[in-house]
Structures are given as structure tokens and as C-alpha cells.
């Protein structure tokens, strides 16, 4: 079993959606949460940042983190065109040996129609 | 501006052959990693450095070699003992102290 698995999608969604992308994990020890956007055949970039459990709001995107059942999500409101990406969850531990190391999701690739 | 700069965009390798990735930042960050990206795999973190002179095995170093002489630069090599080396590459790098990484655009090795 991987330790981060995410939904593989694809989804399509029309414009204006609300779109929800999710991933579960493990390993008890992650405390930061990311979400990076990935266009077609560009780098991925970071789009949301999140320590231990909560919510975070930044625009049109809400980064939820549960750490009791082990699962975070991303949420889009109003979805566009522009969004249309491939989205990919990654985490890293506090400390230790594994510092700064990210492990990601298999990434959900999303298209936004007209 | 700073970043993360990779070459080539696109490489072609022939059987047998070694080829070298280039991976350079202007960040001045401290630690970089070389990720392969495959078709429904992920990332998956080949090797990584948190200071120079000293790198340590990812998930899938096996076929692979890296080499940290200077903060700004960490090269890929990927050796013919890599049986499938199709795939997407990309750096990144992290400030220390910090979590989030910067990638660079990626450079796609198609073996020939």
C-alpha cells in the first residue's frame, strides 16, 4: 500500500463547479500538507500550504486537513477554464531523517469546460 | 528573477548510453531533489541533497547517479543500468527551514 493515495480521476467538470480533490494517507507522522497545480508539461507549483489539521481559504481554494481519519482535500469554487491541471497532494514529517522530504500523491488530472 | 532552471527541455538517449541532466538555482537554497514523474505513478524522489558534497538515495536511485560540487547545481546522470528511463524529470529545490519545494520545468528523456 502506497503511503499517499490520491484519486486518480480524471474529472471533467463544466464551468463554475465546485470541484473537490482528495487524498489519504498512513503514516500518522506527516504534519505538512501540500497541494501543488501541475500544467501540462511544466514543473508543478505550489498552490496550498498546510501545518497539522484545519482549514486554510486563499481565493477560490479551501485546503482542508483531518488528521483523525487521515484524509485531506482540496476544494475549488467557481471553477475555470484555467484551472484545468493535474493536481497533486504531498506531505512531509516534522523532523528526523525525513526533513523536507515530500511524498505525493499520484495526481488527479482536471478539466474545466466552457 | 530566481529559480530553477533544467536542460534540456527534451533529450533522446540511445541504448547503452549515459546522459546528464542539468538542474541549476539561483535561490540560494540549501537542499535540491530529482524527482521522476511517470503516467499515474506520482513523483517518485530519486535522490536528494541537503547541503553540498552530500547526497543521499530516494525511493528509485538504482540506475542513477548525482553529484552536489556546488550549492546552485545538482546534475542527474542517468546510466544504461536504468532499464526504463522514459519519463519526465524534475529538480526542485527547498529553502532550509522551509517545507514547500520550487520545481523546475522538467526536462523529458525518451530512450531512442
Known amino acids: 500500500q502506497k503511503e499517499v493515495e490520491q484519486d486518480p480521476g480524471p474529472l471533467s467538470v463544466p464551468e463554475g463547479a465546485i470541484v473537490s480533490l482528495n487524498c489519504t494517507y498512513s503514516?500518522?507522522?506527516?504534519?505538512?500538507f501540500m497541494w501543488y497545480r501541475q500544467y501540462s508539461r511544466k514543473g508543478p507549483e505550489l498552490l496550498m500550504y498546510?501545518?497539522?489539521?484545519g482549514n486554510k481559504e486563499d481565493g477560490r481554494f479551501t485546503a482542508q486537513v483531518d488528521k483523525s481519519s487521515k484524509y485531506i482535500s482540496l476544494f475549488i469554487r467557481d471553477s475555470q477554464p484555467s484551472d484545468s491541471a493535474t493536481y497533486l497532494c504531498?506531505?512531509?514529517?516534522?523532523?528526523?531523517?525525513?526533513?523536507?522530504?515530500?511524498?505525493f500523491g499520484q495526481g488527479t488530472i482536471l478539466t474545466v469546460h466552457p | 528573477d530566481g529559480g530553477i532552471t533544467q536542460s534540456p527541455k527534451y533529450l533522446f538517449r540511445k541504448e547503452g548510453q549515459n546522459v546528464t541532466l542539468s538542474c541549476e538555482q539561483n535561490?540560494?537554497?540549501?537542499?535540491m531533489y530529482w524527482y521522476r514523474q511517470d503516467p499515474g505513478q506520482g513523483l517518485r524522489l530519486i535522490y536528494y541533497?541537503?547541503?553540498?558534497?552530500?547526497?543521499q538515495k530516494g525511493d528509485i536511485a538504482e540506475g542513477y547517479s548525482v553529484s552536489r560540487e556546488k550549492k546552485e547545481s545538482f546534475p542527474l546522470t542517468v546510466t544504461s543500468a536504468q532499464k526504463n528511463p522514459t519519463a519526465f524529470y524534475l529538480c526542485?529545490?527547498?529553502?532550509?527551514?522551509?517545507?514547500?519545494?520550487?520545481f523546475g520545468s522538467g526536462t523529458r528523456l525518451t530512450v531512442v
Open positions: 526542485a529545490s527547498r529553502l532550509q527551514g522551509g517545507y514547500g519545494y520550487t
Open positions: 503514516n500518522s507522522a506527516f504534519q505538512y
Open positions: 498546510t501545518y497539522s489539521s
Open positions: 504531498a506531505m512531509s514529517v516534522a523532523g528526523g531523517t525525513s526533513y523536507g522530504k515530500l511524498t
Open positions: 535561490l540560494n537554497h540549501d537542499a
Open positions: 541533497s541537503q547541503i553540498v558534497n552530500d547526497f
